[in-house]
């Protein structure tokens, strides 16, 4: 019913910058919040960014002030801009929507496939 693909995944040497996009699609829905988890080797997935439909944004320490998350609500779609990569970003980026559905208000998580991030010289 409602599906997230990603895009803009690959191998980028430290320091260099790289820019993911996802985009929903479907019917019968309504996003309210869209944002990107990474998980890498050995590690439980974790939040990078987040964005509201207001436009209010969430950052991991870890990524703050070398990513930038954005949303664009008319076309359904949310970007991460990755500058000064390092190492430890390598990982598997998962794009999130927080959904209600026309027919069930309830608020539903849903992920994309996810796309592998690589840093390394």
């Known amino acids: 019913q409602v599906q997230l693909v990603e895009s803009g995944g690959g191998l980028v040497q430290p320091g260099g910058s790289l820019g993911l996009s996802c985009a929903a699609s479907g019917s019968g829905f309504r996003i309210y919040a869209m944002g990107w988890y990474r998980q890498a080797p050995g590690k439980q997935r974790e939040s990078v960014a987040t964005i509201a439909t207001g436009g209010r944004t969430n950052y991991s320490d870890s990524v703050k002030g070398r990513f930038t998350i954005t949303r664009d609500n008319a076309k359904n779609t949310v970007a991460l801009l990755m500058n000064s990569l390092k190492p430890e970003d390598t990982a598997v980026y998962y794009c999130?929507?927080?959904?209600?559905?026309?027919?069930?208000?309830?608020?539903?998580?849903?992920w994309g496939q996810g796309t592998q991030v690589t840093v390394s010289s």
């Open positions: 999130n929507a927080i959904v209600t559905l026309l027919t069930d208000y309830t608020p539903s998580t849903y």
